[in-house]
C-alpha cells in the first residue's frame, strides 16, 4: 500500500540554526499537507501543496512539491524556540490522507 | 473558529471493556476521521466517514468499529479493550482535499 517516510525522525537544533525535514512518498500524491504539532498539543495545518515544482512561504518556513510529486520539503530559516514540535507531512492518495511519520524538532536556546 | 471536541482527554479502561470514544464538530464538515497515534509511528488511520450513517476502513480498523448517525458526531467503539489499544486517539473533521482540524485528543489506557 501507499507509503510516506519522513526523515529525520528527531532534530535538534541550536537556535538559529536552520531546519529541514523530508517528505517522501512511495507512490504519485494530488496534493501534500504539512501539519505541526506542538508538545502535548494537537496537529494543526500549516499549509497544503497542489502543483509540481511548488513553493510556498510563511514567514522562515518554506514548503516544496517535488517535480515529480512523490517528495516534499519543508525547511524553516533561523530557528526559534516557538518552532519546537513535531512536524507531519500528509500526502493524499485516493480516498485519504496518509501521514509521514514525523520528525521532532528542538530547539536548544 | 472550527471546534472539534473529544469527550475525554484521559480514559482508563479494564481489558475486555467496551470502550466509546466521542467526536464532535461544528463546521458542518462531511468528512470525519479517527486516527490513533503512538511514538514513532506517526498517526493511523482508524477509520473515516465522508457523510452520514458511510464509513470507511482506514489502515488499521481491527479492533475498532465506528457510528456516525449525525453529521456532527463520530464515534469509535473499542467493542473489546486491549492493552494494545492503548494510545493517544485524535478526532479530526475536514474535506477530502481541505485541512483538516483536529480535536484534543484522547489518551486511553488499558490496563
Known amino acids: 500500500g501507499q507509503q510516506v517516510m519522513q526523515i529525520p525522525q528527531y532534530q535538534h537544533v541550536q537556535e538559529g540554526e536552520d531546519f529541514t525535514t523530508y517528505c517522501n512518498s512511495s507512490t504519485t500524491l494530488s496534493n501534500i499537507q504539512w501539519y505541526k504539532q506542538r508538545p502535548g498539543g494537537h496537529p494543526v495545518f500549516l499549509i497544503q501543496l497542489v502543483k509540481s515544482g511548488e513553493v510556498k512561504k510563511q514567514k522562515r518556513l518554506t514548503f516544496q512539491f517535488g517535480e515529480a510529486k512523490k517528495n516534499s520539503s519543508l525547511h524553516i530559516t533561523a530557528t526559534q524556540t516557538t518552532d519546537v514540535g513535531t512536524y507531519f507531512c500528509a500526502g493524499k492518495g485516493t480516498y485519504k490522507y496518509i501521514f509521514g511519520t514525523g520528525t521532532r524538532l528542538k530547539v536548544l536556546a | 473558529d472550527v471546534k472539534v471536541t473529544q469527550s475525554s482527554r484521559y480514559l482508563v479502561k479494564r481489558t475486555g471493556e467496551k470502550v466509546f470514544l466521542e467526536c464532535v464538530q461544528d463546521?458542518?464538515?462531511?468528512?470525519m476521521f479517527w486516527y490513533r497515534q503512538d511514538p514513532g509511528l506517526g498517526l493511523r488511520l482508524i477509520y473515516f466517514s465522508y457523510d452520514v450513517k458511510m464509513k470507511e476502513k482506514g489502515d488499521i480498523p481491527e479492533g475498532y468499529s465506528v457510528s456516525r448517525e449525525k453529521k456532527e458526531r463520530f464515534s469509535l467503539i473499542l467493542e473489546s479493550a486491549s492493552t494494545n489499544q492503548t494510545s493517544m486517539y485524535l478526532c479530526?473533521?475536514?474535506?477530502?482535499?481541505?485541512?483538516?482540524?483536529f480535536g484534543p485528543g484522547t489518551r486511553l489506557t488499558v490496563t
Open positions: 463546521m458542518d464538515h462531511e468528512n
Open positions: 479530526a473533521s475536514g474535506g477530502q482535499s481541505y485541512e483538516q482540524y
